[in-house]
């Protein structure tokens, strides 16, 4: 099974600032790797996936980067609605389907 | 508009039995995976496994199998997830997810919005 872990597990920030968040692969999982954005009492939003790639009518300020086994999220300037949690996720080898742990963004 | 409607929660004791559902809607139903991704109060997300409605191929995730049981019904377009004796660690959130294995990136890209099962005596 391939862990995911990410870091930091709470991350404090202001608007306006630049958020950086990182997960790594306990293997390679080449570019297979997608974030996800909850806020409480929702379901998980789809961010980016091929570890670049932004989904449908996702802002620009979302980016991703990496490969292999470490990937990065940047919230390039923060906005009130990006406090929320923030999970990779890879696709690389499966089953099963492999979460990290999470990363809080609070202000 | 691709939607994943889901059951609404359950409360039930340990012991009981339980299935519930996502029906899916807006999409080719039997051309993408459904996962089931669960999440514990106050933890993270889980994959519990994935099914693919067409021919009910079913994946589960380790820590799931023999647990829960997955099933499709691809006439009615709905997914399953079943229970023969909850305990009060199954107490969470479900969701059912599709699941596209992109060969550019595999992905969660429609979520329903989660069934709360509670399991208490």
């Known amino acids: 099974e391939i862990v995911m872990t990410q870091s930091p597990a709470y991350l404090s920030a202001s608007p306006g600032e630049r958020a950086t968040l990182s997960c790594r692969a306990s293997q390679s999982v080449r570019r297979n790797v997608a974030w996800y954005q909850q806020k409480p009492g929702q379901a998980p939003r789809l961010l980016i996936y091929g570890a670049s790639t932004r989904a449908t009518g996702i802002p620009a300020r979302f980016s991703g980067s990496g490969s292999g086994t470490e990937f990065t999220l940047t919230i390039s300037s923060l906005q009130s609605e990006d406090f929320a949690v923030y999970y990779c996720q890879q696709s690389n080898q499966w089953p099963p389907l492999t979460f990290g742990g999470g990363t809080k963004v609070e202000i | 508009e691709v939607q994943l409607v889901q059951s609404g929660a359950e409360v039930k004791k340990p012991g009981e039995s339980l299935r519930i559902s996502c029906k899916a809607s807006?999409?080719?139903?039997?051309?993408?995976?459904i996962a089931w991704v669960r999440q514990m109060p106050g933890k993270g997300l889980e994959c519990m496994g994935v099914?693919?409605?067409?021919?009910?191929?079913?994946k589960y995730s380790p820590s799931f199998q023999g647990h829960v049981t997955m099933s499709a019904d691809k006439s009615i377009t709905a997914a399953y997830l079943q229970w023969t004796s909850l305990t009060a660690s199954d107490t969470a959130i479900y969701y059912c997810?599709?699941?596209?294995?992109?060969?550019?990136?595999?992905?969660?890209?429609?979520w329903g919005r989660g069934t709360l099962v509670a399991v208490s005596s």
């Open positions: 807006g999409y080719s139903f039997t051309s993408y995976w």
């Open positions: 099914i693919f409605p067409d021919d009910s191929d079913t």
């Open positions: 997810a599709r699941f596209f294995p992109d060969p550019v990136g595999g992905r969660f890209d429609y």
